[in-house]
Nanobody, 127 residues
Framework: QVQLEESGGGLVQAGGSLRLSCAAS????????MGWFRQAPGKEREFVAG????????KSGDSVKGRFGIFRDNAKNTVYLQMNSLKPEDAAVYYC????????????????????WGQGTQVTVSS
């Protein structure tokens, strides 16, 4: 089992940047594919980005492609979401998630597939 804790959220102006972190504790984090999701009030949870166990494969949601990037440091048991060119519509609670996988190069896209979730961190973007 793994515990996940997000940090790095806050208030930023449109066009600005934030970097979110997701620190994993418990079982070795490099046994997991990781993902970032977000949920705005009244909306469904949305896939933002995912990364494979070995960090070599990443995928991003259509709404953030070219602006957000995901990467991981397995030595630090941490996954990051770099968010650039933020827009007001990016405002949401951002969650990281973990899925134990044997395969090293699979990215998981669907929220229902993930087994572990953090508590979330709020991102607010002012126009």
């Amino acid at each position: 089992q793994v515990q996940l804790e997000e940090s790095g959220g806050g208030l930023v102006q449109a066009g600005g940047s934030l970097r979110l972190s997701c620190a994993a504790s418990g079982r070795t984090s490099n046994a997991y594919a990781m993902g970032w999701f977000r949920q705005a009030p009244g909306k469904e949870r949305e896939f933002v980005a995912g990364i494979s166990r070995n960090g070599r494969i990443t995928k991003s949601g259509d709404s953030v492609k070219g602006r957000f990037g995901i990467f991981r440091d397995n030595a630090k048991n941490t996954v990051y979401l770099q968010m650039n060119s933020l827009k007001p519509e990016d405002a949401a609670v951002y969650y990281c998630a973990a899925k134990p996988l044997g395969a090293p190069d699979i990215v998981v896209l669907t929220p229902n597939t993930y087994d572990y979730w953090g508590q979330g961190t709020q991102v607010t973007v002012s126009s």
